[in-house]
Structures are given as C-alpha cells and as structure tokens.
C-alpha cells in the first residue's frame, strides 16, 4: 500500500528532508540512548509532524503512543528511521514495505564498513529497497536535520550542544562527524542552516544526489559538502551542473586520498593524477569551489550568504591602517581580486573629504578619520559612486567592538547599505559578537581577519566565473565531438604494421601497453600529427626508410617490453647517411639485449628529424570514478618536481582545451617566453581536442595514454613518442 | 639632573614598560579626546605609579593635579608622553631633556610620514634626544601598555572596547592598526597580553629592539611582531638571535614589498631577490617562524603559551572521526608533524580497550567511542605511554561544546595533562567558548578548526627546530671565515687581463658590470672553479688558445655590455678545429656588431668543452637592509617560473650552504634523479661558501654576482659564466 504520495515535481530525495510522519524503528523510553535521542529532539524542538515510536515493549515513548510493528501505525508513514542492531535491519525495512514507506534511514552499523558479512547485509537492504522503490539513506549513518519544520531526524549530539538557526545553509556530508564539525562551527558563528544531511555508506543515496536536491530546495541558498570518495562520478557532475544552473554556491571539500588510481595505473599519466587530481578538475567544471579548512568553507558559505553575487572580479579597499591595506591587498592579488586604480576625479573627491590621507586603492585613511564625523562611510560612498567595483572590503579597525560608540556609524552603513543594494559590502575587524551577527541580518557580512575576509571574497567571485564556465560547459555537452577531420593532418606515409591485437579504429580485446608503433598508429587515426615513420626489422629496410623520410634521421628500438627507451640508449638522433643507419640498426639491437634480455623487440623505427620546438606531455588516464581525463603539461622537470600539469574531463571542447593550458604554468614557455618566438598553440588545442575525443570514444577499453613529448613548434606540432594502455577485460 | 637611575643589567628599553612616573604632555580633560584618553586609561586602570598632566590651561586634569610644564613637576619623572601638534614637540622634548626624563613617547603625526618638513622635524628631535641620551618611541605611533603594572601609555581606542588580561604574549608592531587588531583578536581569544608597542616611525626605537628587550622581559614568554619595513638588519638579526638564546618563540608578520631592492638590482639575482625573499631566510635564521594571517599567528601564540615546548615532531592523532582524522592527517604532512605508525603491542592494548576501532595514527575511535566509558581519553593516555610523540593532536568533537555534559571527560583530562607533563595536548573540536578558556588555564591548548590546530602544532615544533638551528649558527657566527685554500681547487690558466677599474683582490672604485674575463677573474682569486679560458683579439690567438686548452672548444663574444649573450648567438659550441674557431671569430664579431652596435667589444674568450652536468645558479645580491644574501637556485624554468630559489645570509657556513641547497626543490636533480648519477654536490657546497665569503669580503663596494650557470658534474663543477657588478660610490 502507498502511503506517500508524493507531488507530481517534487525531487526525489524530499521526501527525506519534508516528511508529514515518521516512524522510529527502535525507539527507547530512554531520550539519551541512540533509539531515544531522535524522539526528544522531534518533541524538544516541535516536529510539525506526527511522530511514531516502533519498540514493542512499550505502549508509550517519551509521551508518544508507541507501536510493536510499524505496520500497527494508523494511516500513512512517509518516512522511518531505522535505529536497531544491524542483523534485525532487514526485517525493519521488509516492514515499512509492507507499509508502503518510501523513505527510510538505516542508522544502524554494521554493514558495508564492517567487513564482507555487513557487505552482504547491505546488499541485502538495497535490493530490497529497489523492488519496492524505497529510498534508502545510510546505512551507518547520522541521519538528517532539516530545520524549519523542525524535524531532527538524527541522533548526533550536536544537537545537544547546539540548537540551529533556520537559515539558507545546507551542509551536505558522507561523514557524520564531520557534518556534525560542520554543523557546531556553523551555529556558533550564528549561521542559519536550512537542511544538514550525512550519508554514510551511502548505499544508495550518496552527497551527490543530495547536492541535486539542494539545489532545487527553495530553502537552501548555499550548499556546503564533503566528499571522501564517490560512488558515481558522472551522477557528481550532473548535481553540480544542476547546482551552477540554479546558481546556488556550492563550497566542498574532500578529504582522503586513495591510492587505487595511482597503484593501477600503467602510464606516467595516471602516476600524476592520484584520484585528487581528478576531484579538482570536475569540481572546478561544475562550478563548485574547494575549500582547504572547515572554517574555510563557511567562511565563503557566510560571504555568498549574506551578500549579493559580486558582479565582477572587481573590489574596493579602503582601511583605517596602511599595514592592514597591505596585508589585504596582498591576499587580494593572490585569490584573484582586482583593485583597480583611482580615477584622477574621484582621487579630487577624496581629498575634499580627508586631505591628510593619502589616496590609492588600497585606500588609507589612516587613524585621522576618527576626527572627520562619519568620515569612513563617506569614502566609501564616494568609492562605490565613482568606481564599479562589485566587492567593498571596509576594514574598521576595533569600531565595532564597542557598540555604544558604534551608533553613528552603524546607522550611516544601514544608509549606504540601501544605496547600494547590488554590491557586496565586507566590513572586517574585531568585533562585539552580538553587533556582528546584528549587522550580517542587516545585508552586511563580517569577518574579523583581515585575510580570511579576503579569502572569502575571492571565492564569492571565483565561484561566480566558475559557475559561468559550468553553463558554457553544460552547453558544450559531454556528447562526444564528431569524428576529427583527418584531411585537415598532413597525409603521413603508413608503413608502421599494427600488431597483436590493436585493430585500428576499434579496442582491442587483450589488456597490455602497446609498442610505439602500434599506439601512434591509433593516434595517427585519431587525426593527431605523427611523423611519417617506418618500422625496420632489417638494416637495408632502414636504410631505404632513410632515404625515404629524408636524412638527417632518428633511429628508435621498438618494444612494448621497453618503456623508458632513451635510458636504455635506445634512441639515437641525426644519422646522417647510410652508414650511420647501418650502424645505429645493429646497435639498438646490442642495446635492447643488453638492457632487457626478455623482450619483444619489433624492430628499429627510422623517423625524420622532428626539429626544434618545446616538448609537452599530452596524456589519458581513465579515472576509476570520472572516467576519461586528459592532462596536460610540459616536458622535464615541471611535470616531475613541480606537478605543474592540469586535467579536465573528455571530451574538450576546443575552449575547455584553451583553459586546460592555460592551467599550466609553465605554459607561459610556449607563448613568446623571453624572446622567443611564439609555438603554434592552436595545434596544441586540436591535439588535445582530438585526443580527448579518441579517449570518449575508447573509453570502455583504454587505460590510459602518454604521449611523451608532443613537440610543440612554431608551425604544428608531433607525437614524437607515446603508449597506449588498453584494460584487462572486466 | 637625572631623575631616572637605571638599575644596572636593566635593558635600555625597559624605562618604556616599567616606569614610576609618567607625564602627559598635551593632557587633556576631556577623556575622549587624544590627550585626554591616555590619563582616562591609567586611572581606570589603576597604574600603580604616579601620572603627571602637564598642560598650562588647568590646574587639575580628571581628578589629578596637572603642570604648566614638566619642569615644574616635583621629583623625578621617568618617562613623558609628547601628543601635541608636530610644532611644539621639540620643545616639548627640550624640557623633558632638562627635567632629566630619559624616555620620551612621541605619539604626535606629522613627522617623518608627512614629507620632507616632517622628516627635518624628526631629524631634530632625534639629535636632542641623543644629545641628552633620551631615548624615543615615535614620533606618529600609538603608545604602548605594559598590562600588569596598569600603565596603560596610548590613546589607541582598542582599550576602550576590549580590557587587556595579563599573561605571557607580548605584541610589537610598527604599525598601531596592525597591534590593535592583534591585539583586540587576543583579547578576543583570551589570551593574556604581558606588552604592547606600536613603534611608529622607528626615529629610535624599532620593532627589532623591542623583540630585543622582551627577550628579556621576564613577564613575556611568547612575542607576536610585524614588521612593515626594518631599519637596520643586523640589529633585527641580533634581537631574534637573543630570543633564540633564550628560547622565546618569535612569530612575525612582514607586510608590504618594497620594489626599491628590484628596481636597483643590475644583477638577476637581485631581481629575484625582492626584500621578501630576504626578510624570509633573516627570519628563519634567526629561530623565527613567519605567519601568513594575523590569525595564524595567534593561534601559533596560543599554543606556545599554553604548552610545554615540543621536545620532537612526532604526533599522536587521535579523533572520533575517519574524515576528520585524514584532513589533520594531511595538514600534518604539509607542516611536517611526523604521525608515526602504531608499534604492534600498542595495537593490541588499544584493540582491547576500543575492539571496534581501526587501528593507526590517526586513530578513529569511531562514534561509538561514547559507549565506552572513558574511552577517548583511555586512548590518549595508552598511546601517550606507548609512543613518544611530543604532541597529541585529540579531536574531540562536539563533547566540550555542552559543558554539563563534559564534566567526566574533562576531569579524566586533568589526570593525563598531570600524568603527561611534558607533552603538547591539543584539544580540538567546536566548544563552549567558557570551557575552552578554562580547559587553557588547566593547561590544554584548544581550537576549534582541525587545521588550524595542525599548522599551529606543526609552527610550534618548526620554531624548536629554527631555534636549535639559530643557536648552531650564532656559534658559527657572521664573521667571515679565513681565505678560502687555493691550493684545494685546480690551478687554472690565468691569461685574462683583468680590465677597467677592477683590480684583482681588492674593490674597484667605479661602478659598473665587468665583463666575464673580469668576473671571472676575480670568482677564481676567490676560489671558486673556473676553467683555463683565454680573451683572444684576433682569430691567429683564438687558434692558439684552441690549440693550449684542447679541441672541442667553446668560442664566447666577450662585453661588458651584452648580458645575455646566448640571445645574440654569442656562444658557439663545439668548435672541432682551427678554421671552425676562425670562422667562429669572424662570426661571434659580426653578430655582436649587428645586435648591439655600440657595444665595447673586448674580444672572443675561447674555453674548453666543460662535458655535462646540471645546470645551477649560484648568485650574490646586496640586500639594502640585510647585506649580501646568498642565492642558490637551478638553471632554466625552475627559476625563471616557478621561482624555485633559496636566499641566506653571507657568510655560509658548510652546514648552512647544505641547508641552502636542500631548500631549494629541484636540488633533487643533483642527487641521483631517476636512475642518473649524483652529483658533485660537496662541490656545490665548497662554491657557495667561498662565494659568501667573497661577497663579505666584498660587501662594501659589491652590487650582486650572478653566476649563471655554475655547471655541476659528477665530479667538481665550473662556473661557465659570470656577471659581477660594482656599486656606484656613495
């Protein structure tokens, strides 16, 4: 029997968060036990719903009528919260089917963190809850809050401590204790909070989905996450797009790396990108920003909430200390916040109002102000007059931590609050609490560091040019381009036989690393520049491949078995004739034997010199979570020492291609760097969009692909080396 | 007449701190305003000394007798207080010279901030005080207060909003915004305050001697400072050298750059230099740890203040929090807290008290920890006795937040603080505000955002280990160690003419760049490799000069002129015989003719081949405040991009050259990178110290040396080019 019927609309998770009853399943007489703590917080803070005790051996609970089954309760249950030892779960859960509940939370331990045998309790409870299309929120997990209809659905004791404050804060975690952190931190900073969930092992709903559902909740303003993995990457991106459409903030952070990314991976792209690497990259794609510290994420939670979107990059400063000026400026450079110069007018203007002061942006007032009545509001009105800047960052020294002589002031920021309704106004220094929290009601927002105040505005700004990245990403779609227009490359010459089973154009069914040959083969149809190469099994074959590509020449040993042939000797660079190709076949083969007596060597490949240019590493790695990343660096030591390399989701577009580079640093190497003369970076651009493209489409079965260096020149550019891994069968 | 007997062995600032007596020059009665404020102050304070309003309008000033003068004060007066306009202070000075008062607090602006008239009036109360051995603090700056003693000598309005609590943390700023907001946040935080000084324009006293004298003060433990500027570098050397001597933990903020030390550099070095990086390695040399945010540095004070230094870097990371636990778990890592693994007998003592907890450092003792009575701290207390980590990180979570509920906890806490005396205990989690401040007092530190506590954690362990590093340089001391041996490097070919006005071993009076001969010139009298190479006029000498240093040879255009000779095709490489060098001659004469025809061209220097190696930059920049700073860096992006440079103090010693080296990131290209072989770094080592002492040596006359690059091999290495620039004489 269906109890719930739920809105035509209404997202499918808020029967989570807006039930009309609930049943505890479990409930204790005792309010401080696990199965009593929910009843008292629905009694103590006034569920507007009805709520229904499960325990059979007692006929009332806490002063609730109680049930021995749900399936006793009169009329419908929209929701139940689960609150037993896990081996008497499943029974639970076949009840409120039986009643027809479509939400449930599993509290228990037990199960998928506690071994194969709670694995299998899990699993157990999933299936059900499919074949009865029952949502299922845990297990091992704290449970939910949502608070204007007061329905504190959890037995965390955070609560306890701290009552919440309705407000536009949802804080949205797979771990309890950290939503709990997250919470506590939240309420003593007087933040209002509209819906706290933690997931747990989120054997079905996950922080993803309920990110989803934030960003649809009327309630929810700001969503702050946690992440420690993820179970469904794309179901991630997809929440996070839906965020950015809404244009809800979303602050997250996750914590935990795992080192299954990097163990399993066969190329050096892989080796780089850790699971983190990943994690940023879709994070950033969808609009979301990444917060370092928990304090850091409602710090940008509290900006975004109280302010209005920053219309610009842009900001004003103005403090009553040069040294305080300085600090902020330095931390606005950093995060990306422009100060632009005041104009020569409004430089007349501020004269007019503190003629001791030196003017600048960073504005000074220094400590003279104090004589000039309302002298620091009136600069900045003339600053928000004269200039466009979205951001107002207004250090106020101490003033605000006596309230009795605040009083002028106060009512003189209240005006110019009103007259400049779209800006964000940042008032920062020590402050009274109470006067604080009185003038963040007020449309201000308030920080006492100088530099966390900085920090915040910074990402208030970043996440809006990150959520405008988002939507022009979400228009580009994760469709995958059409197949790259191979009469726009240079026709190579095609001598080079695919072995073992790479068939071009389609994956292979083994799992191994193919040899040079073969992986530029693939890339060469995948539309990216390879060298017309010949693959020699005898000297007088190379020879003849000389004088075909033209000398000077490059002579390689192929073997998949030789990953790193240059430390072996076996590359050798400008044969100039015959002789030289002669010698350099018979030495490659020394070399190969003596470095790896083992293995397969296919042949020497004869290449035409590539010329001069700067060597970048091009690269796949097939994240476990993500799917396909490309990255993207240089070559030598800023890959190496300074993991200066970036990745982006595939496919690219050629504009998301542009931002991945320019993610590099030491891309500023290829555009002009001190003299020299500009590479081509459009070809850059098409390789990666091209091999973004190829990694979609083989996405089932490529591991991961290096192209190491793609020679980037002034004209074009090559693969002058790679590997492709493809997967073992699953 | 000397009213002040200074007590034999009392610092020569401690007449600032601790005076009987004070006069108010400029009081006033009215409490608000500037020369009101400062008597309001001591009387509601209760300063335990006698307060002397001097003013010639009133015969008593809020309740005591005033002066017309300070002459006519009866008895000894210690110290004066100047807040009149910038006119009357110097007169104001010449009757506190003549009352015999030996410090004198000028807190009047329009002085050296105020241009060149401010500046003359400074420089003239600076001569009368000298004259008369008066001390100064000022002019422009906020006062200071001495918190046990009640003398409260400032008009700063951050006391009349917050009452400073007595305790251990001394605060010394130049700016006075930048000390109240310091200030106001610690009073915010309760921590107890011993002394507070703003120092204004620094005519006299400065920052770096107050750190000198709280050094000594006994009432100050730990000493919170920011600098903007610093007057004299070794006078900041000394102090923080002192307060490492007596292990007083010095945290500093340095806020603003200065392009001064940029814009004059005529070497690259200086360039990369700024005064960040200078001020940077000072700091670290002297014991001291640099804080990002006034915050930051707050929180580093507060746990030196309330627990015992940290005798190791281990930590033992305990929380009720997988989640929680892995973000500290990384934040450790990047402070370099040392979380060792758990020895196998401890694992099983902890499986017996807490059987459901995963085992490791960090530890999660999971939620239901609560269920075990006494558990959390069971924990702490077995992993204390068991492993010796000097600090133990215990997220607590939410517990201390609800007080009633805390008191079993908090009391088992009291036993393991006695039990563990000498261990860092830092509590961590949201908290009720009294309890946190309680649980200080009983010897805890306590913070409520994990990562904050991990970086305070891990600033405190990196202050002991810059102290212990400090002290082992003050015993190798500044002065320049003895000529470095020649004998000990290979004797080189010295066929250069050393040109213009620099005369080898001794400075040249002009200022200006010298060519490579020059430069390498003297680097070789100094000591440092350099190989046989010969200027040759014509092409018959190149030849000859082939011929003596063996083919292959390098032929260089050699100018004072042209500094980035590659950039013209000035080096030509591998030159195999002697129509190559002659063609080489006529070449390298043409291009320097086209690129930079003015330029005084001196000849072709012609050098062997010097093989390979690793290409480092080894360089000398004369540091306005600091002297000459030694840098060290490796050649290419490294440096240019990632500004991957390390600066120390001139002399070196071979164990801070060593450091020097390790600081920089790439220096892991030296030591057997990826299967190549290490290098000579002993030579390194040897080249940067003969370096430093030349640059001592040479610190009067010398601009900045770069020697770019210094070729390392496997074994020795080679300075291949080199610049070295004179100052102009002052």
């Known amino acids: 029997m269906s109890t719930t019927d739920p809105v035509a609309g209404r997202h499918p998770l808020a029967g989570f968060f807006d039930p009309r009853s609930v049943a505890v399943i479990g409930a204790s007489t005792d309010p401080n036990k696990l199965g009593g703590k929910p009843i008292r917080y629905f009694r103590d803070a006034g569920f507007t719903g009805a709520v229904y005790p499960v325990n059979s051996r ?309 400590a003279q102000v104090g004589a000039v009545h309302d002298g620091v509001v009136a600069v900045a009105r003339t600053m ?50 109470g006067l604080r929290r009185q003038l963040e009601t007020e449309g201000f927002a308030f920080f006492t560091d100088p530099s966390r105040a900085v920090v915040a505005a910074g990402a208030a700004v970043g996440l809006v040019q990150r959520r405008e990245q988002a939507r022009a990403l979400a228009a580009f779609g994760r469709a995958v381009p059409g197949e790259p227009a191979q009469a726009a490359l240079a026709p190579v010459a095609d001598t080079a036989q695919a072995r073992g089973s790479s068939r071009p154009g389609s994956a292979p069914a083994g799992a191994h690393v193919l040899n040079e040959v073969q992986a530029k083969q693939l890339l060469r149809q995948a539309g990216l520049p390879v060298l017309p190469e010949h693959l020699c099994t005898d000297p007088a074959q190379a020879v003849a491949a000389a004088q075909a590509v033209g000398y000077p020449v490059v002579a390689k040993i192929v073997s998949a078995d030789i990953a790193h042939k240059t430390e072996i000797g076996g590359v050798l660079l400008g044969l100039a004739d015959a002789p030289a190709v002669q010698a350099a076949f018979a030495t490659l083969q020394e070399r190969a034997a003596a470095a790896a007596p083992g293995a397969r060597v296919d042949g020497v490949l004869i290449a035409p010199m590539a010329g001069s240019g700067v060597e970048t590493v091009l690269g796949v790695h097939r994240d476990p979570i993500f799917g396909p990343m490309v990255m993207f660096g240089l070559g030598g030591v800023t890959v190496e020492l300074f993991k200066d390399v970036a990745f982006a989701s595939a496919p690219l577009s050629p504009a998301s291609a542009d931002a991945l580079i320019d993610r590099v640093r030491a891309s500023a190497l290829l555009r002009g760097w001190r003299g020299r003369p500009a590479l081509d970076v459009a070809a850059l651009r098409d390789a990666l969009v091209r091999l973004s493209a190829f990694a979609v489409a083989h996405a089932e079965h490529l591991d991961g692909i290096d192209i190491n260096p793609f020679l980037l020149q002034e004209t074009g550019g090559w693969c002058l080396d790679a590997v492709v891994s493809w997967r073992a069968p699953a």
Not at 403 to 409: G, I, S
């Open 384 to 433: 928000l007059q004269a200039m466009d800047s979205a951001t107002l960052l207004l250090y106020v020294a101490q003033m605000a931590a006596a309230p009795a002589r605040f009083a002028d002031t106060h009512a003189s920021l209240l005006r110019l609050r009103a007259e400049f309704p779209d800006r964000a106004l940042v008032l920062i220094g020590p402050s009274d609490e």
């Open 58 to 366: 007692n006929a009332e609970i806490q002063g609730y009528p109680a049930y021995a089954s749900v399936e006793d309760i009169p009329g419908p249950v929209d929701q139940a919260m689960i609150i037993l030892p896990a081996a008497a779960c499943l029974d639970a859960l076949r009840a409120c089917a039986r009643k027809g509940i479509r939400f449930v939370q599993v509290l228990s331990s037990g199960f998928g963190e506690a071994g194969p045998e709670g694995r299998a309790a899990q699993d157990e409870l999933v299936a059900l809850a499919r074949e009865h299309g029952i949502r299922l929120l845990g297990p091992n997990c704290l449970g939910l809050v949502s608070v204007r209809n007061r329905f504190f659905a959890t037995f965390s004791t955070a609560l306890e401590a701290l009552v919440p404050l309705p407000g536009g804060l949802a804080v949205a975690t797979q771990s309890g204790a950290f939503g709990s952190c997250t919470y506590a931190m939240a309420i003593q900073r007087g933040l209002g909070l509209s819906r706290i969930v933690a997931t747990g092992n989120e054997a079905d709903v996950d922080v993803a989905e309920c990110i989803d559902y934030l960003a649809d909740d009327p309630e929810t303003r700001v969503i702050c996450a946690a992440l420690e993995g993820c179970g469904d990457g794309d179901r991630l991106r997809r929440a996070l797009a839906h965020a950015a459409a809404r244009a809800k903030p979303v602050i997250l952070m996750k914590v935990g790396t795992s080192a299954v990314g990097v163990a399993a991976a066969a190329t050096h792209t892989g080796s780089l990108a850790g699971d983190d690497a990943a994690f940023d990259a879709v994070f950033a794609e969808g609009g979301a920003w990444r917060a370092r510290t928990i304090e850091e994420m409602l710090d940008i939670a509290q900006l975004c909430l109280t302010q209005p979107v920053p219309a610009n990059d842009r900001a004003t400063l103005i403090t009553v200390s040069g040294g305080i000026g300085v600090l902020m400026a330095d931390a606005a450079e950093a995060v990306g916040l422009d100060l632009p110069p005041v104009p020569a007018a409004l430089a007349d203007q501020l004269q007019a109002i503190l003629p001791f002061a030196p003017v600048g942006n960073p504005f000074d007032t220094t």
